[in-house]
Nanobody
Framework: QVQLVESGGGLVQAGGSLRLSCAASGRTFSSYVMGWFRQAPGKEREFVAHITWSGGTTYYADSVKGRFTTSRDNAKNMVYLQMNSLKPEDTAVYYC????????????WGQGTQVTVSS
């Protein structure tokens, strides 16, 4: 059973930083893409970033490019989202998700962690 558990959310002032962590377990993730999504109150869930487990290739939404960085630690089965220069509009529940490299749909999701950025 695949499990994804996020941590690291919290309250931060605008301009501050947070690092989210996602602990992955239950299988070998070498053929997976690990994604980060977020959902603000009253809004649709949106893609934030992804990283391939094997090669570490990353991709970011335009809204976070240059401010957020995703990385992974293969030995620890951990994925991270470093968020810098945070803005109030970054306030949302952040989710870690996983999909096979050749799939478009994310099959596995974490429970989410709240990030609140005050102005």
């Amino acid at each position: 059973q695949v499990q994804l558990v996020e941590s690291g959310g919290g309250l931060v002032q605008a301009g501050g930083s947070l690092r989210l962590s996602c602990a992955a377990s239950g299988r070998t993730f070498s053929s997976y893409v690990m994604g980060w999504f977020r959902q603000a109150p009253g809004k649709e869930r949106e893609f934030v970033a992804h990283i391939t487990w094997s090669g570490g290739t990353t991709y970011y939404a335009d809204s976070v490019k240059g401010r957020f960085t995703t990385s992974r630690d293969n030995a620890k089965n951990m994925v991270y989202l470093q968020m810098n220069s945070l803005k109030p509009e970054d306030t949302a529940v952040y989710y870690c998700a996983a999909r096979m490299v050749f799939d478009a749909k994310y099959d596995y999701w974490g429970q989410g962690t709240q990030v609140t950025v005050s102005s």
